[in-house]
């Protein structure tokens, strides 16, 4: 389980998902399984790190990484439910995309994030209050919930 950071994205070598900083808007990153949620760069490897605790079967009975997955979901405004819900939908969008039960033009912008198409792909959807971005089609993450960054997630589990 290894997450690549660079200065402008953040990729795993277990699962597909992927956030990437934008030239735009400074400071401000997107998470592919998150679209249309402005993130701060913390906010974006806490998705990071979600995803890749929730997608290591080594984990599914380990109580300290699920709760490590539930403090880093807090810092995104979502339970770790949701969190599970939301990449549950990305990996069967995936599939029915990979088995041609629907085409890329079935695919609303967001829906799949630049792991999905290739290297080259930036397609993150929409950001709410930015115009020169397409409009989100789902509901806000954090719209009734406050990001809860009071806790100290440098620790590890114990």
Avoid: K, N
Wanted: charged share 20%.
């Amino acid at each position: 389980m290894t997450l690549h950071i660079t200065d402008w994205l953040m990729t795993s070598d277990v699962t597909p998902e992927s956030a990437q900083r934008l030239p735009s808007l400074p400071g401000q990153w997107l998470l592919s399984w998150l679209p249309g949620e402005l993130l701060t760069q913390e906010q974006a490897l806490s998705g990071m790190i979600v995803d890749e605790i929730l997608s290591d079967p080594a984990f599914v009975d380990d109580l300290g990484a699920v709760e490590m997955a539930t403090l880093h979901a807090a810092e995104l405004g979502i339970t770790l439910d949701e969190a599970v819900i939301r990449l549950c939908a990305r990996v069967l969008e995936r599939t029915a995309l990979r088995s041609g039960e629907i085409g890329p033009d079935d695919i609303e912008p967001g829906d799949i994030g630049p792991g999905d198409r290739g290297a080259s792909t930036t397609e993150y959807g929409p950001v709410r209050g930015h115009p020169h971005l397409p409009h989100a089609h789902r509901t806000p993450v954090s719209l009734h919930r406050p990001r809860h960054t009071d806790h100290d997630l440098s620790a590890a589990p114990s």
